[in-house]
């Protein structure tokens, strides 16, 4: 490759990741407000969105002025429309199913973005919708570019806000005409089974009015998601103090922020408000950031290499502590005062701070299912000690007339939308058949250990087909990489789904560890690749790292785990690397185009197969790292 052309590929790969200041400055800015814990588009976009907009207000009114249901009861009611509850009506109401299904919905209790109208903005989104959009603007938008050119602190956070609105409305504009197109029957209200035991049947409470309405449904499907726990003690108030759902209501840029957690959420957080120019303290309970990123699932070296990141982009992590008392200025102007005490209360030790302050705080530790006001004990369905809906392999409720199903968040972990995703799938093949094979096979291969034992529950290999009265077989139903989908199958499968942290840089991983890989008895071995010891690495950004887990004496691909950038969509071959039993000699004699983080496979196969030449690459590509990072940072 000559140099004019890796010149031309760096200022095109540059010219898609950022966007000229001039386009945030000079478009139409939309002004964004906190109101009654939803935001507000005081202006009218263009015509085409006056248009997609009239499309839904007329598709929601045809849809939500049908209390009654003349035309008799419906083969499935959702209650949810987060992405599973979507996801399961659109499957349900298409081909070949063609059911007749009513999607129940209330905006206001779903901590949702809402324009003007009252229409939720979030429908068929994950929750992490505001999050993901906000950390795709603070890597676009320089903050400290836009208050050098003298913008008003208002103005600026108005810019970063309009564009997450506008991702949000996007997507709710498409999922509104999809629901549409399918025919499926979208009511705003609260829903929940009626006293007496009956789960035939819904009572909805309507949203606008508090009128109640009463549905009938041969099945049901629960997705309600889950929202954040929420510590007694922390004065939330949607105004300074959030937690992880009503940071989407945040009306003003921070200057400082605190942030409560050590999982997920919590650092993806941290680095979307640092990238926007606040500073920002992360509390964690554990005295080890890398240990407490461990015991969520991910590999050592990527946890090293996330927590290097946070401290290198001056992010604190006060360890070993927990919040104690908050003061907090009567005014919005004045920073909130937070006691930190020692894990599990007390005075922390001397020379540790004792104290923090900060514009906003945030408190991302963990999540609870939805499951309250849905009156499920009268329906004879039982729920486990977090809340959580206790199913069976077909995601079967425990209703005696086995008609209600469950999926998404409303289970319990892992609380992600890919796999709620493939939940919402399984429960309507449960309830209805395999769909589009005339045949399904309720048996498929799982995760295997080295001697061949199936990692988690098996059942017979019967098979069933597609009907009009289907009737759910005894045999499990599996997700597409052949395993169970319910929660206890899914957390003795580690491949049972990849993980994405949508954080910067980003880290992602399918498959085993190498410890996990030696308790199923696989000889295991595992072999890194830097981003710098590839083009494109070196040229763009050097800061990340491939590793494969495999087994020695096959070369067999055990996992993939992976930070840095474009980690969440380089997982995926590696996931077909796994699933295809490919080894390292494929990765060896496979070609992959120049300048992509492709070619990190190959190099992480050969690193296996050269392990003393690999380290002493290693540790050439780390000083390069070193010295472009020092020279950067004297600039």
Avoid at 171 to 191: K, P, T
Avoid at 403 to 419: C, K
Avoid at 576 to 601: C, M, N, P, W
């Amino acid at each position: 490759m000559t140099n004019a052309t890796l010149f031309l590929k760096a200022i095109l790969l540059t010219s898609v990741a950022t966007l000229p200041i001039h386009a945030f400055v000079s478009r139409t800015t939309f002004a964004v407000k906190k109101q009654q814990g939803a935001w507000i588009d005081r202006k009218d976009s263009l015509d085409s969105a006056q248009q997609q907009q009239q499309h839904v207000s007329t598709f929601l009114s045809m849809s939500t002025n049908n209390d009654n249901n003349d035309n008799g009861e419906y083969d499935l009611a959702v209650i949810g429309a987060g992405v599973v509850g979507v996801q399961a009506a659109l499957l349900a109401a298409s081909a070949p199913y063609h059911k007749k299904v009513v999607l129940i919905d209330s905006a206001s209790a779903s901590g949702a973005l809402m324009d003007a109208n009252g229409e939720d903005l979030s429908i068929g989104g994950p929750t992490g919708l505001f999050s993901k959009a906000l950390r795709d603007v603070s890597k676009r938008i320089k903050v400290s570019t836009l208050r050098g050119m003298g913008l008003r602190e208002d103005s600026v956070w108005n810019e970063i806000t309009s564009s997450c609105v506008e991702l949000a409305s996007s997507n709710a504009q498409d999922v509104y005409r999809q629901l549409d197109y399918a025919g499926v029957e979208y009511m705003a209200g609260f829903a929940s089974f009626p006293d007496g035991g009956a789960t035939n049947s819904l009572i909805v409470k309507r949203e606008n009015t508090m009128a109640l309405a009463t549905i009938k449904a041969k099945k049901v499907l629960i997705a309600t998601g889950s929202s954040p726990f929420r510590p007694a003690g922390i004065p939330f108030d949607g105004s300074r103090i959030f937690d992880s759902d009503s940071i989407n209501t945040l009306s003003y840029l921070p200057k400082s922020i605190v942030i409560t957690g050590s999982g997920i959420i919590a650092v993806e957080f941290a680095k979307i408000f640092r990238n926007l120019g606040a500073e920002v303290t992360i509390i964690i309970r554990d005295m080890s950031p890398r240990k407490a990123l461990q015991k969520i699932g991910l590999d050592i070296d990527v946890a090293a290499t996330l927590v290097s990141d946070l401290i290198r982009s001056g992010i604190k992590i006060e360890r070993g502590a927990q919040v104690g008392e908050f003061n907090v200025p009567q005014t919005d102007k004045g920073q909130i005062s937070i006691e930190l005490n020692a894990k599990g209360g007390g005075p922390r030790a001397p020379g540790l701070a004792t104290e923090v302050k900060c514009e906003a705080y945030v408190a991302a530790v963990g999540r609870k299912p939805n499951t309250d006001n849905l009156n499920l004990r009268s329906a004879g369905i039982e729920v486990d000690e977090y809340g959580g809906l206790m199913v069976d392999c077909h995601l079967r409720a425990t209703a005696k007339a086995k008609n209600v199903f469950g999926a998404g968040d409303v289970l319990g972990r892992p609380f992600l939308a890919s796999v709620g995703a493939a939940q919402a799938k399984t429960a309507v093949i449960s309830m209805f058949g395999p769909g589009l094979e005339s045949k399904t096979t309720f048996k498929q291969i799982q995760a295997v250990s080295k001697d061949g034992e199936a990692v988690g529950e098996s059942d017979d290999d019967s098979e069933s087909e597609g009907s009009e009265e289907y009737e759910t077989p005894d045999a499990c139903p599996t997700n597409d990489l052949g395993g169970f989908m319910d929660p206890k199958s899914l957390a003795n499968n580690p491949l049972a789904f990849p993980v994405g942290v949508w954080s910067s840089p980003e880290a992602a991983w399918y498959g085993y560890s190498k410890q996990q890989a030696q308790e199923q008895g696989y000889e295991a071995s595992e072999g890194t690749a830097l981003y710098v010891e590839c083009l494109r690495g070196r040229v763009f950004n050097p800061n990340g790292m491939l590793k494969l887990v495999y087994d020695k004496p096959t070369g067999l691909i055990l996992g993939v785990h992976i930070c840095g950038d474009d980690a969440c969509e380089l997982i995926h071959y590696g996931m077909e690397l796994v699933k295809g039993q490919r080894t390292l000699q494929d990765l060896l004699i496979s070609l992959y185009s120049a300048v992509t983080f492709h070619e990190l496979y190959r190099i992480a196969a050969q690193n296996c197969m050269d392990e003393e030449g690999a380290r002493k690459r290693r540790a050439l590509a780390g000083k390069v790292v070193a010295e472009r990072l020092r020279k950067r940072g004297a600039n």
